[in-house]
């Protein structure tokens, strides 16, 4: 399977391009998913993302708290506690430059982690205070056909085995 993640919220306009890229590429067999950023009050960032998101919100494989600019561990425990409690599996993306000089214990949340070795290998290094890594991004933004694009793997397993075939039933 394939799969789309998509910036929900990053404190600015939602992107308007969000739920249809979403719907777009659901509807081509595609897994979906999103990213919040949270910098400010979580459940301003939760409920802008579900916004952007629409009626694409039901179909995302997750929803991932992006913590790579300034935050507290509190703003980001609330925002995934938020998106558990709508039901939505969740994981933290940041990378190891940013997330060492944040404190908290997160080790109940997996990790999409920024690696950038070129490698989609899942052998990224687990970071103190997060729990299992569940991706990796291995390449930061680059042009594929025009388009701007990070370069992810994921472990088939996190995302969720019913996912993966009901996006291949599709």
């Given at each position: 399977?394939?799969?789309l993640v998509v910036?929900?919220?990053?404190?600015?306009?939602?992107?308007m391009?969000a739920r249809?890229?979403?719907?777009?590429?659901r509807?081509?067999?595609?897994?979906?998913?999103?990213?919040t950023?949270?910098n400010?009050?979580?459940a301003?960032a939760?409920?802008?993302?579900?916004?952007?998101a629409?009626?694409?919100?039901e179909?995302?494989a997750?929803?991932s708290v992006?913590?790579?600019?300034?935050?507290?561990p509190?703003?980001v425990r609330?925002?995934?506690?938020?998106?558990?409690?709508?039901?939505?599996?969740?994981?933290?993306?940041?990378g190891?430059?940013?997330?060492?000089?944040?404190?908290?214990d997160?080790?109940?949340?997996?990790?999409?982690?920024a690696?950038?070795?070129?490698?989609?290998?899942?052998?990224t290094?687990?970071?103190?205070?997060?729990?299992?890594v569940?991706?990796?991004?291995y390449?930061n933004?680059?042009?594929?056909?025009?388009?701007?694009?990070?370069?992810?793997?994921?472990?088939?397993?996190?995302?969720?085995?019913?996912?993966?075939?009901?996006?291949e039933d599709?």
């Open positions: 399977w394939e799969l910036n929900l919220w990053t404190g600015a306009s939602p992107p391009s249809a890229n979403l719907a777009n590429a509807a081509a067999g595609m897994l979906t998913a999103g990213y950023v949270v400010m009050t979580p301003l939760v409920n802008k993302a579900a916004l952007a629409g009626p694409e919100w179909h995302l997750f929803v992006d913590v790579e600019i300034a935050t507290t509190a703003i609330q925002a995934v506690d938020s998106l558990r409690t709508l039901g939505k599996q969740v994981c933290i993306y940041t190891g430059w940013f997330w060492n000089g944040l404190q908290g997160f080790s109940d949340v997996s990790s999409w982690l690696d950038y070795d070129g490698n989609p290998a899942m052998d290094a687990r970071l103190a205070r997060l729990g299992p569940c991706g990796k991004q390449k933004s680059h042009d594929i056909g025009g388009v701007t694009v990070d370069a992810n793997t994921f472990i088939d397993s996190w995302i969720g085995e019913d996912m993966a075939l009901s996006a599709k």
